[in-house]
C-alpha cells in the first residue's frame, strides 16, 4: 500500500510518496499557489498524485509548538486534512510534524545546497520525514 505524506504551508504542500512495501518515504514534488486560500489546484495535483501513485492513504503533518499545544498553523493543517478527505475519498491522519522543517533545512546545509536553492527541496524533503516518521510508527 503506498500512503502519501503532505507538509501544508502557507503557500506550498510537500508531497512524498511511499515506496509499494510502505517502507521508504521519497520527496516527490512541491505543490505551490498564489495564497492560502487558494487551493482548487492544490486540491487536484494531489489528486492526480494519488492516481498516478496509485496512493490508498495519506499523511498530514500536524505543526505543534514545542509544548504539544495547537497553534495557528495546526489548527489550519487540520481543517486542510479535513477538506482533502472529503475531497479526494481517501482516509486522511494528521502526524506530529514538529521540527521536520528544521531536520529538512539541516540536511540541506549538510549537503552543501545554497539556501537559496533550499526553498525548491524544504518542502517535499520535510513531507518525506512526515512520512518516514509515519512508516515507521506503523
Known amino acids: 500500500m503506498?500512503?502519501?505524506?503532505?507538509?501544508?504551508?502557507k503557500s506550498t504542500v510537500g508531497v512524498a510518496i511511499s515506496d509499494s512495501m510502505g517502507?521508504?518515504?521519497?520527496?516527490?514534488?512541491?505543490?505551490?499557489?498564489?495564497?492560502e486560500k487558494k487551493l482548487r489546484t492544490t486540491y487536484a495535483r494531489i489528486r492526480e498524485l494519488?492516481?498516478?501513485?496509485?496512493?490508498?492513504?495519506?499523511?498530514?503533518?500536524?505543526?505543534?509548538?514545542?509544548?504539544g499545544e495547537k497553534g495557528d498553523r495546526?489548527?489550519?493543517?487540520?481543517?486542510f486534512a479535513a477538506e482533502l478527505e472529503t475531497k479526494v475519498g481517501l482516509s486522511v491522519e494528521?502526524?506530529?510534524e514538529r521540527m521536520t522543517t528544521v531536520s529538512a533545512e539541516r540536511v540541506l546545509d549538510e549537503g552543501k545546497v545554497k539556501?537559496?536553492?533550499?526553498?525548491?527541496y524544504v518542502d517535499k524533503l520535510a513531507a518525506s520525514f512526515i512520512l518516514q516518521a509515519y512508516l515507521e510508527s506503523v
Open 2 to 9: 503506498r500512503v502519501m505524506g503532505l507538509d501544508y504551508g
Open 23 to 35: 517502507l521508504t518515504a521519497q520527496p516527490i514534488e512541491t505543490i505551490t499557489r498564489k495564497g
Open 50 to 67: 494519488i492516481e498516478e501513485y496509485q496512493v490508498e492513504k495519506i499523511v498530514v503533518g500536524l505543526p505543534l509548538h514545542m509544548n
Open 74 to 79: 495546526a489548527i489550519k493543517s487540520e481543517e
Open 94 to 96: 494528521l502526524i506530529d
Open 115 to 120: 539556501k537559496q536553492d533550499q526553498k525548491a
